[in-house]
Nanobody, 124 residues
Framework: QVQLVESGGGLVQAGGSLRLSCAAS????????MAWFRQAPGKERDFVAA????????DYADSVKGRFTISRDNTKNTVNLQMNSLKPEDTAVYYC?????????????????WGLGTQVTVSS
């Protein structure tokens, strides 16, 4: 099992930046594929970004490519999401997720472990 705790959310103006962090505890962190998802009010939870176990593969949703960067530090058991050029449509609760298998990284049901989320609000 792994426990995930997100931090770093907040209120920012459009065009600004935020850095989200997810701290993991429990089983060795490096065995997990890690991802960020987000959920806006009244909408489904959507894929944002994923990173492979050793960080050599990165995947992004089209809506965040070129603006967001996912990274991980296996020595500190953390995964981060650097968000630049934020837009009001990026407003959502952002969730950290972890999984084992080499299945598709953009599907919520493939992830067995989730954090409680952190709110990101982008004002126009």
């Amino acid at each position: 099992q792994v426990q995930l705790v997100e931090s770093g959310g907040g209120l920012v103006q459009a065009g600004g930046s935020l850095r989200l962090s997810c701290a993991a505890s429990g089983r060795p962190f490096s065995v997990y594929i890690m991802a960020w998802f987000r959920q806006a009010p009244g909408k489904e939870r959507d894929f944002v970004a994923a990173i492979s176990r050793n960080g050599d593969r990165l995947d992004y949703a089209d809506s965040v490519k070129g603006r967001f960067t996912i990274s991980r530090d296996n020595t500190k058991n953390t995964v981060n999401l650097q968000m630049n050029s934020l837009k009001p449509e990026d407003t959502a609760v952002y969730y950290c997720a972890a999984k084992f298998g080499q299945t598709r990284v953009d599907i919520t049901t493939q992830y067995g472990y989730w954090g409680l989320g952190t709110q990101v609000t982008v004002s126009s």
